[in-house]
């Protein structure tokens, strides 16, 4: 096999000392920032984007790898322990699992969650390595049209989806691809938007948004509200952390058909593996109900196993689609597109060509990543959670100090840092009053995809805008996108009708 | 330059209009305005630019052209967003769960923001290990804390550690300000 001997070489280029040595600082960072309250893996990547300007691409990416995927580990194991899910994709995690930890099983909902992790994350993999092949070659026939009907649909599905309120989750694209506006026009050379400041004609750089938005953001929003939280934060006692024959029996189907569940939402650009989560818990508790003896609402191991797996798998799914496509499904995916981009690198089937010893060394680190993460989560899970017992104004003294310095690191300029400020106050106001930060992240990276695509083809055609679904693939995915925009109206309504019943 | 936090606080009290008597306490208010506001200023600033924009010379689908279109979205999103804030005011009490809904502490965004502000514009002078340890010190007051000696003392170990660790180790370029001039520029 072809893919098999390039992964072989994978392993070779990732199983140096040093990047051994990436991979499980990745893995321990990431768990470390996921497991305290609040931060979840998005802002991990965030804070640590800036950071690796040192390292030489393939380190900086298997670090990535780590740090995203720990980020992950420590999100599920607070959403366990503490009930406090640091991201979205968590939250399905929440309902059974903090339930099972309530009536004394932590340690056996801990590694439900990791063993379902690493299933979930395992075959996603494998997965992405068989599929590469087929991803690029179907990118490879793209062409403006495409990539703009592409660009559209993560648009559409990241604001309708994941918003609860439609015209919330709009409003942070349009802001998202309105901060892209600024800087040179890449088609016609004219400056735009810059009020004549030489510091924007390169346009706002994504990392000053992502750490704005998402790390700063939550600094300040964090701050507003930090008197009147609750202080009684209890760990609970420690116990034996493995799976008797019978539990493990009991999870395996709802690993499988959580792991079935998230795979092919990490190639659909709907906002990252929230979705499946969800998805796979509402599956599980629907088979619950038709068994004899229901077990959902009393800490069912399957209720936390499904959501786990299909988060995991979602996530590495996601991160073969943005190797091979280009295209980011979700906040994180879009800063490590952001990172690509820092070191010259463009994701999609060319980065397959130009560059296969980074690609393959760091397909390879996923499955190093998985396997660290589940050696440092299933005995030491206990041990993370002490983690917490970080007093909060030193910890957010110490990851402002970060913010400033990695801003700082990668211009040089006070200038960004005031724009960082500037953002990071978005990011408060967004946080404030309830606008999803996702569509605004999507928006800012893909928002120059989407123009010069559009523009191009539509440049091409002399105006004629049928160019855009002048090919099946565009047909295709303008039809999916009209599926969603159907479900998400439909879900929105029941919600409506059901408020006020 | 937009010094952050204030912005939420006067709203409510501004766009309580008299003529409804609301129910509900002043407190639960019309801040939700300041989103639809800014996504309208900037759809404005779109449509400025576009319209002052000298694109001669560029063909159909030029570099006005997605500005525009973004603009006219954002200005009948924000109409939405801000129909939607002024008849659904925030409740002051939480509906689910029936307590009082957190307020925004502006004292801690004070401290917080201005304290970033502060850093970013004393930096050159000051250098990345002062500056770095007043941006500590002001979030962590701001967060609460009330150990101040500790603060400092910390600050500057963490400031200190990040320019070794950062600065001399992996070469970042981090100002070293009146102090380095002091040395003779380390």
């Known amino acids: ?501 | 330059m937009d010094t952050t936090p204030s912005t939420p606080a006067p709203a409510p009290q501004a766009t309580q209009s008299p003529a409804e008597a609301s129910p509900r306490p002043a407190r639960g208010g019309r801040s939700g305005l300041v989103m639809p506001l800014l996504l309208a200023a900037i759809s404005v600033f779109l449509l400025v630019g576009a319209a002052t924009l000298d694109a001669v010379g560029t063909e159909f689908p030029g570099p006005r052209f997605l500005p525009v279109i973004l603009a006219v979205v954002g200005l009948v999103l924000a109409a939405i967003l801000a129909v939607g804030a002024i008849r659904h005011p925030e409740p002051s009490v939480d509906p689910t769960t029936g307590a009082a809904r957190p307020r925004t502490d502006l004292v801690a965004l004070a401290w917080v923001g201005g304290g970033f502000l502060a850093f970013a514009l004393l930096l050159t002078y000051l250098g990345w290990i002062l500056a770095g340890a007043l941006l500590f010190w002001c979030t962590s007051h701001g967060f609460g804390s009330r150990r101040p000696g500790f603060d400092v003392l910390l600050g500057l170990f963490l400031a200190s550690a990040v320019y070794l660790i950062f600065g001399t180790g992996l070469g970042l370029v981090l100002p070293t300000g009146f102090l380095g001039m002091l040395g003779g520029g380390a």
């Not at chain 1, 390039?6 to 600082?25: K, S």
């Not at chain 1, 400056?191 to 948004?209: K, N």
């Not at chain 1, 402002?400 to 005031?418: E, H, K, N, Q, R």
């Open chain 1, 1 to 501: 096999m072809d893919q098999l001997g390039l992964l072989m070489e994978g392993f070779a280029g990732a199983l140096t000392p040093m990047n051994l040595l990436w991979v499980v600082v990745g893995c321990l960072l990431g768990t470390a920032v996921g497991v305290l309250p609040g931060l979840g893996s998005s802002m991990a990547v965030a804070l640590l984007l800036p950071m690796t300007f040192a390292l030489d691409p393939t380190a900086a990416f298997i670090l990535f790898a780590g740090v995203y995927f720990g980020g992950l580990f420590g999100d599920s194991t607070m959403a366990i322990l503490l009930n406090t899910p640091g991201q979205a994709s968590a939250i399905a995690s929440t309902f059974e699992g903090h339930k099972m930890a309530n009536s004394g099983r932590a340690p056996q909902a801990l590694a439900t969650a990791a063993i379902g992790a690493f299933i979930g994350g395992m075959i996603a993999s494998v997965l992405v390595v068989f599929l590469s092949p087929t991803l690029v070659a179907v990118s490879a026939s793209f062409g403006p049209p495409e990539y703009f009907a592409l660009a559209l649909f993560a648009f559409v599905a990241t604001s309708s989806v994941v918003a609860d309120n439609i015209a919330k989750g709009l409003a942070a694209l349009v802001i998202g691809v309105a901060i892209t506006m600024v800087g040179i026009d890449g088609i016609s050379g004219l400056e735009r938007y810059t009020l004549g400041a030489p510091q924007l004609f390169d346009g706002i750089s994504l990392v000053t948004v992502t750490v704005g938005i998402l790390a700063l953001g939550e600094v300040l929003f964090v701050a507003s509200r930090i008197r009147g939280t609750r202080e009684d934060l209890r760990i609970r006692a420690a116990g034996r952390p493995f799976l008797s024959a019978a539990e493990v029996k009991e999870a395996a189907p709802a690993w499988a058909r959580g792991t079935l569940i998230g795979l092919p939402f990490g190639v659909v650009p709907a906002g990252g593996a929230e979705v499946p989560t969800f998805l796979a818990y509402e599956a599980e508790r629907r088979l619950d109900r038709r068994r004899k003896h229901p077990v959902f609402g009393k800490g069912a191991i399957r209720g936390l196993a499904a959501p786990e797996a299909a988060g995991n798998a979602t996530t590495g799914m996601a991160m073969g689609a943005l190797l091979a496509l280009g295209l980011p499904i979700s906040a994180t995916a879009a800063i490590m597109l952001a990172a690509f981009r820092q070191y010259g690198l463009q994701p999609g089937p060319l980065l397959f060509e130009r560059s296969p010893e980074l690609v393959w060394a760091l397909l390879a680190s996923f499955f190093l990543a998985m396997v660290v993460l589940l050696i440092i989560n299933l005995p030491f899970a206990q041990l993370w959670s002490k983690l917490l017992l970080i007093p909060k104004p030193q910890l957010y003294g110490g990851i402002t100090l970060f913010c400033g310095l990695g801003i700082y690191a990668t211009s040089g300029a006070v200038f960004d840092l005031l724009m960082l400020l500037g953002v990071g106050v978005l990011g408060f106001l967004m946080r404030r009053y309830e606008y999803p930060l996702a569509p605004l992240m999507i928006g800012m990276v893909l928002g120059p995809l989407a123009e010069s695509s559009l523009r191009d083809a539509l440049l091409s055609s002399v105006g004629d805008p049928r160019v855009l679904v002048s090919s099946p693939i565009t047909i295709v995915i303008y039809a999916l996108l009209a599926v969603v925009v159907a479900l998400a109206v439909r879900a929105a309504v029941r919600q409506r009708t059901r408020e006020d019943l």
